[in-house]
Structures are given as structure tokens and as C-alpha cells.
């Protein structure tokens, strides 16, 4: 669980909406509502085996840039490496 996570404090989830508020859009979440998409897994408790993650790395763009992104993806790969780091990184292609 992740309460205790300052990621995952009411104060810091506000400030990410505010920021969505201004005009952005989550680019993932634009093309993937309904799929988890973490990019975060702690190294205690066995979080990458059991996959409780959260996603906590972000593209965040205009509405003018939407139909400029030709993919997007979460690239788990580096993550299942020996000696990874707790990240794994968001690729974006832009036409």
C-alpha cells in the first residue's frame, strides 16, 4: 500500500490536477483509460512480482500536441533487468 507514499498524499494528487486543469492532458491516460500503466514499483515487499505499482511519470501536453503523439508506451523492460532502478521509462513518438 502506498498511503504513506508522498506520491500518493491528497496535497500532491491536487497539485497534479491543478496542473491538469490548466490545459494539459496525461498523455498515456489519453490513449489508455482504462489500462494501469505503472511506472513505479518499490523494491520492499515484493512489488514487482506482484506488480502494485503505481505510475508516477507522467507526459503531460496541450490539446495541440494529442494528435501529434503517433505512440506511446511504458517500456517495463529496464525494470525485470538484474539491479534495475524502481523506474521504467514512458517512450513517446511524435509525427
Known sequence: SFE???LYRLEIRKKFREMINLGF???YRHFYDDKEGYTFW??????WQKNNGMRIDHFL???????KIKSININKDPRGREKPSDHTPIEIKLV
Open 61 to 67: 501536453v496541450s490539446n495541440s500536441m494529442i494528435d
Open 42 to 47: 518499490d523494491y520492499m515487499r515484493g512489488a
Open 25 to 27: 492532458n496525461d498523455a
Open 4 to 6: 504513506d507514499d508522498a
